[in-house]
């Protein structure tokens, strides 16, 4: 089953964000979501991605030192949390899960099921 993102919104420059990502809870097995992005005109990017046990975490450089995944099973939940946006950070937000329990890197073929995404808009 799709995951669901919420959480998108306008934001000045300089301001934080949190998305959520609501997974089915028909997922018995905690298996690995990835956060990803597309802007207008641009290929979709991997942010990052966070183990099904969330011990371990992986990202993007773009995101490195500004962008945080956590989870909460008992919610069936993960979270991307942003901070110190920049206009190039606007782009439609998606969450996927992966392919198995691991969270290695950000190849699109890794992750199956996809949400329809959240708009994440940063501007004055």
């Known amino acids: 089953a799709q995951p669901v993102e919420s959480g998108g919104d306008l934001v000045q420059p300089g301001g934080s964000l949190r998305l959520s990502c609501t997974l089915s809870t028909l997922t018995l097995d905690y298996h690995a979501v990835g956060w990803f992005r597309q802007a207008p005109g641009n290929v979709r990017e991997g942010v990052g991605c966070?183990?099904?046990?969330?011990?371990?975490?992986y990202y993007a450089d773009s995101a490195k030192g500004r962008f945080t995944i956590s989870r909460d099973n008992a919610k069936n939940t993960v979270y991307l949390h942003m901070n110190s946006l920049k206009s190039e950070d606007t782009a439609i937000y998606y969450c996927a899960t992966g392919t198995t329990r691991g969270c290695y890197g950000l190849d699109i073929s890794d992750f199956a099921a996809w949400g329809r995404g959240t708009q994440v808009t940063v501007s004055r």
């Open positions: 966070i183990s099904g046990t969330g011990s371990s975490t």
